[in-house]
């Protein structure tokens, strides 16, 4: 069930990684599902995730990207099939990468923080998100 989900935004001043497969503009938005389940699980759902991209029409090489990832008390770790030096491998071609920290302070980004990411808006609403969790685990029912 979903739990939450962010406000739809303009991707394109980001990045124009996406440009020639997706066109412009480029929208984003960010979907938070409920329940507590295992980090190992983020594998699983990469897997998933990647299957879906491919279910569109056979003319289009996809009609969206989609990148899980969760949020644990310390950081938020996302998803990736690219490898490079900050990623740690997680099987089946998988790669995790931490894109915040997270203390008392609030959220330290990464030399690698998608410039996205590194916006006031996502980093409040993913402070959010971590509130969420910590009061999940303290009462799981």
């Known amino acids: 069930m979903i739990e939450s989900s962010s406000e ?13 497969e997706f066109g ?14 295992p980090a190992d699980e983020l594998v699983r759902f990469k897997l998933l995730a990647n299957e879906l991209e491919k279910s569109g029409q056979p003319q289009v090489k996809r009609w969206f990207n989609m990148d899980p990832g969760y949020v644990a008390m310390a950081k938020m770790v996302l998803a990736t099939t690219k490898d490079f030096a900050h990623r740690i491998y997680l099987g089946q071609k998988i790669y995790g990468d931490v894109h915040y920290q997270f203390s008392r302070n609030g959220v330290r980004l990464q030399p690698w923080t998608y410039p996205d990411y590194q916006q006031e808006i996502l980093q409040k609403y993913f402070l959010q998100i971590r509130e969420n969790y910590r009061r999940e685990l303290a009462d799981p029912a």
């Open 8 to 20: 739809i935004f303009d991707f394109s001043p980001f990045t124009d990684y996406y440009e020639a």
């Open 24 to 37: 412009k503009p480029l929208y984003k938005y960010f979907v938070v599902f409920s329940g507590l389940w």
